[in-house]
């Protein structure tokens, strides 16, 4: 079992900066992909970013603004959100791929224009 802790998200203005972190435990032996996603209110779970292996993917709206990484010394997978929008505003949530699916319980980001 995976266990999943996120934290970093704030109140920013339009144009500022967060960096999230996603801290996992458990049996995360061999877990190689990793996600952010995102739920903006009334809308659904949506992807922001992804890394499988070596293999990094980005939404269009925040390629170019959002970096994920990962630190595998800290067992972390963390999200720099730079030039934040209103519309980057929701609650965002680390997630592993299965067999090791598992879901933090998010950590809010509010841009204010």
């Known amino acids: 079992q995976v266990q999943l802790v996120e934290s970093g998200g704030g109140l920013v203005q339009t144009g500022g900066a967060l960096r999230l972190s996603c801290v996992a435990s458990g049996n995360i032996d061999g877990i190689d992909a990793m996600a952010w996603y995102r739920q903006a209110p009334g809308k659904q779970r949506e992807l922001v970013a992804n890394?499988?292996?070596?293999?990094?993917k980005y939404i269009d709206p925040v390629a170019g603004r959002f970096v994920i990484s990962r630190d595998n010394a800290k067992k972390a997978l963390n999200l720099q959100l730079n030039d934040l929008k209103p519309e980057d505003t929701g609650v965002y949530y680390c997630?592993?791929?299965?067999?090791?699916?598992?879901w933090g319980q998010g950590t809010q980001v509010t841009v204010s224009s």
């Open positions: 997630h592993t791929y299965p067999p090791y699916k598992s």
């Open positions: 890394m499988i292996g070596n293999n990094i």
